[in-house]
């Protein structure tokens, strides 16, 4: 109970039977009214329930009119008795009780809102943007931002008692390399100087480690001025942690120890001690750094099943060794022409790329039918079937391509499968460390090795001797947790040695003058004692979604954006009077095309 | 004991006499060293505290020589054994028992910093800023960082307790009016548009309660692009809070429990009932709303006892209805003529204003002396001293001018009094609410009624029938926390009913179309039944600020901005390349005065 006595002494849904006879005042929204001539009804809702207030038209004639004109979202304040009710609603907490009014206050009216405060509601998405206060007013939308605040004090709870230090650090920096583009400020103090707005506190929160300050973490904003693909915002939220004196084993266990707390207090559910699966193997067996092992449906390569026959498409990927692998679609035999066209078209989609889809239908009579049956004898197939893992029944598919291109269509198309099949347990929980990640990956266009990483990120020790001549051998201290099939952490060791970070500047071809400029307050302050450290960040928006069972993470976002950046309640961004440009002394260039940059 | 026990097995503070015997590895930085000969002391510090280390010549020769070779903040790992000292050290919690020392790993090397790690540096401000990952190094300033994450988590703790929930608002909004100017960032994907750093998340907040959320707090960065007066940044950090369906009352009982919840976990101490001050008696008493109550010294009024005498620059302030009110400074009868001068000089500064400074001084023998003697006959000057209730021994100080300057100048000068005087207790503290605040105050240049607060503040309901009549009676539902002379906190209920917040914005002249364009959604919301609310914002840079005995807010800010609005770590602002400017359609505009906007 609040000291809010004036206008309530309880919440609606904290009322049980056993308080009948008790004289509450509750306030709240009308979320229904129910006018059945000698009674009405009202369900008042408010955060934490609805409850049944009765209004009773022979012994209190006034009152009941009265309470008849309340309409859906007025706010009200009443007084009245706990009493039981004669029909009881199980579905309801409150269900055996009703609030016998004898008061009743109008706080506030409300206009027909736009789309009902119902689960599911008839408002569409662009609406509920625009109206983001009533949407969240959906106690469907309210149980996740309670989830969202459960899980964060969950976090503080664990950090705090594994002595991190909560710090907080500025959002009004100097521009940072972390891959993406900047939000900049300009300084009206400094004319034409621009602040940037932080796309992590990565750097800081290694100065923080210099500072001796041990452990630390923030939950905290970090901004990127990207083109919106996917379900991303240009503001999100990192918890984000940094250790000293650590190594990654200290790491994982750390941060595994974090994520079973948070479930253990959120699901009541003790989760089995997390899998490391080094990198290598989760692009060979899933095509993906980020696997759902939610079900199974590994990549099964067949390079050595396929040899000697005359199909030149496998031939010509075994002599530019590539890869021919496959996935066996359990149960899936009886799949119809249309349906194998589907995933055809599914693999040879622009952005996966795919030549083709070959499939090996494994009859439930053990016969076998397949797209290559003239380049195959039957008992070849029979042999790549049995080499693939397929019992009678299965259908199994494969891509013959280049091993990065195989790997990654086979990966898309085993999520696919798993969608068309139902194959996902949505009650499960499949979260796994990516360890060994590479140090280096092929440039897109050119091949050659570019970082995987920020520049802060340390080689494992054992291969630093592989930076010149196998550069694509070289592990990272690098991991990442994937929970569902998504990256949740991401993380490293940190370089702590000032010739280290020199030298990994050096590679990424930044001359003295620009590490000097860029990076120079970190490189300093490495001369001072910096301790061996490591961190991560977890998404936070996105581990919310998948615990509040949202679909994007703009459902666990109070105030998101939208794909243009836009906030379509507010109306962000908006024009701004020419005087305070003209106090930032800055000039808009006015664009042909003004609806894109 | 943490799970890292490469590294560690122990921090360097928490080993005691009871640990005698165990065999220990621990890592932190080196600071100091004594070489006795024989023997080699190193002092090993971490976050935790220091221990000392020590290497036997005679027994371990080569390892002394390396423990020789450690300089000042070397970053070492040692195993050895913790070990009974001879020559105990008792103000060093450790200092019953050094680690003898059996292997010693130099982690990295220092160069020699640029000023000394003591609690008293030799650094100057602006070289601890340049170098402020090792000014954070102190243990002087890494305790005033372990208060703060103390008091946020007791903060969190209570608020978590009674039901509020945190949710986090976004960085880049529209532009609200909150008195300051915003930082504005630049669109990229909306070219000529501009998104608003907040000021604070004063609408979204109230959204929040429209949404139903019912109980919000967020600790929150808050930006206002202001040239520096005094201790403030360009950003800094709120405790901000929201209630539905509260009356001040509630408000003030919620967050006087907060506060006192903080002094409990903090200092284990049980703080008395704050007094609430009206705004109107801490004006007339003390000449400020926020005075410091850890001292007495109150100004009295003296307008009747000052009639009938010759003088006439009391006469004239009699007549234009002024105000003579003095100060009693207790047992100052002494003070000499320069001491008078310069309080005098103090009084008379420019942007106080005061036309002089009369004194009255009651002799120990119970004699009279002032700088009015000629106009007062010695009795009249006893009246007015008996007045003011001043005793033999004491001076008092009087003011004469417009009601407004008078208390402004002798506020100020009742600050200059304790502070020369040390009348205050720096172990005292003197917390209060100040409440029913002015709805309007006159306007600096025309007197005309302005608002006081923001838009939303909802006025006191006795008082609304003055807005036209009698607008400086109007009372808002507005109060402040103060604590030793610092507002801490401010807040208000807020209007919630849509026409009397539409009338509002009229009387601050907006039009209906600057109505609609700046709050339209917000008026909107409103629409659909907002409950009745409030709330307040804590200002915690200041609290921490307080409680841990800084100076500045800078010492309890991590990385803070100078009087510049300048990152002298990181050198921020700067300039971005002109890619990025033409990206966002902007130019600068090219200053001859390029210091100063």
Redesign the interface.
């Known amino acids: 109970m609040?000291?809010?006595t004036?206008?309530?002494t309880h919440h609606c849904g904290e009322l049980r039977l056993s308080d009948a006879g008790v004289r509450v005042t509750l306030?709240g929204?009308v979320h229904r009214s129910r006018d059945l001539g000698g009674m009405t009804f009202i369900d008042l809702?408010?955060?934490?329930g609805i409850i049944q207030l009765a209004f009773n038209m022979e012994t209190q004639a006034l009152l009941c009119e009265k309470a008849r004109k309340a309409g859906r979202?007025?706010?009200i304040?009443v007084s009245g008795t706990v009493t039981e009710r004669s029909s009881k609603n199980a579905h309801l907490a409150t269900g055996e009780i009703e609030i016998v009014v004898t008061d009743l206050e109008f706080?506030?009216?409300?206009?027909t809102?736009p789309f009902t405060m119902e689960d599911q509601t008839d408002g569409g998405e662009e609406l509920r943007m625009k109206?983001?206060?009533?949407?969240?007013?959906r106690p469907f939308m309210?149980q996740k931002?309670?989830l969202?605040?459960a899980l964060?004090?969950a976090v503080?709870e664990y950090l705090?008692e594994?002595?991190f230090?909560?710090?907080?650090?500025?959002?009004?920096?100097?521009?940072t390399p972390e891959g993406a583009?900047?939000?900049?400020?300009?300084?009206?103090?400094?004319?034409?100087?621009?602040?940037?707005?932080p796309q992590s506190p990565q750097i800081?929160k290694q100065?923080?480690m210099?500072?001796?300050?041990?452990r630390y973490y923030q939950i905290v904003?970090c901004?990127r001025?990207e083109?919106f693909r996917g379900d991303r915002q240009?503001?999100f939220?990192q918890i984000d942690c940094e250790?000293s004196?650590?190594?990654q084993?200290?790491i994982w266990?750390?941060f595994e120890g974090m994520v079973k707390h948070v479930f253990r207090k959120l699901q009541q559910t003790e989760l089995p001690d997390f899998l490391r699966l080094p990198y290598r193997d989760a692009i060979a067996r899933f095509g993906t750094d980020k696997p759902d092992m939610r079900f199974g449906c590994e990549i099964k390569e067949l390079n050595e099943v396929c040899t000697g026959s005359e199909f030149a498409v496998f031939n010509q990927v075994l002599t530019n060794n590539g890869l021919i692998a496959g996935l066996v679609a359990t149960g899936c035999a009886g799949y119809s022409r249309k349906q194998i066209d589907s995933l055809t078209d599914y693999v040879k989609a622009p952005h996966r790329g795919a030549g083709g889809l070959i499939y090996i239908r494994y009859e439930a009579d053990g016969s076998v039918k397949s797209s290559v049956d003239k380049f195959f004898s039957p008992e070849h197939l029979q042999k790549i079937l049995e080499q693939a893992g397929a019992v009678a029944g299965d259908l199994l598919l494969i891509v013959a391509d280049k091993t990065s291109k195989t790997r990654k269509v086979l990966g898309d198309l085993r999520l696919e499968l798993a969608r068309m099949n139902d194959w996902i347990d949505p009650a499960a929980w499949s979260i796994f460390w990516v360890v060994d990640m590479p140090m280096f990956e092929p440039d897109e266009e050119t091949g050659e090795p570019i970082f995987a990483h920020h520049p802060f990120c340390s080689p494992h020790p054992d291969d630093v001797e592989f930076f010149d001549t196998d550069p694509f051998r070289v592990r990272a201290q690098s991991y990442d947790l994937v929970m569902n099939g998504n990256e949740i952490l991401s993380g490293s060791i940190r370089i702590?040695?000032p010739a280290l970070q020199r030298k990994i500047f050096q590679i990424l071809g930044f001359s003295e003058q620009e590490i000097e400029s860029r990076f120079?307050?970190m490189v300093?302050?490495f001369?001072?004692?910096?301790?061996?450290h490591g961190g991560c960040a977890f998404g936070l928006d996105r581990w919310v979604m998948l615990m509040a069972g949202g679909e994007t993470i703009r459902d666990v976002?109070?105030?998101?954006?939208n794909n243009?950046?836009?906030?379509l309640?507010?109306?962000?961004?908006?024009?701004?009077d020419d005087a305070?440009l003209?106090?930032?002394?800055?000039?808009?260039?006015?664009?042909e095309n003004?609806g894109s940059?």
Chains 1, 2 share one sequence.
């Open positions: 609040s000291s809010a004036y206008y309530r306030a929204w809702r408010d955060r934490h979202e007025d706010v304040r706080l506030n009216h409300s206009e809102p109206y983001r206060y009533l949407d969240l007013r309210q931002f309670i969202r605040a964060i004090k503080r705090d594994n002595g230090l909560e710090i907080e650090t500025p959002n009004l920096i100097k521009s583009r900047d939000f900049i400020v300009p300084s009206r103090m400094q004319p034409g100087n621009f602040y940037a707005l800081l100065l923080l210099v500072a001796g300050m041990d904003k901004f001025d083109d240009p503001e939220s250790m004196f650590v190594r084993e200290d266990q750390m702590h040695q120079g307050f300093n302050a001369r001072y004692g910096a301790p061996p976002i109070a105030f998101p954006k243009a950046g836009k906030d309640m507010m109306e962000a961004p908006s024009p701004v305070q003209k106090m930032l002394h800055l000039d808009i260039i006015p664009t003004k940059a």
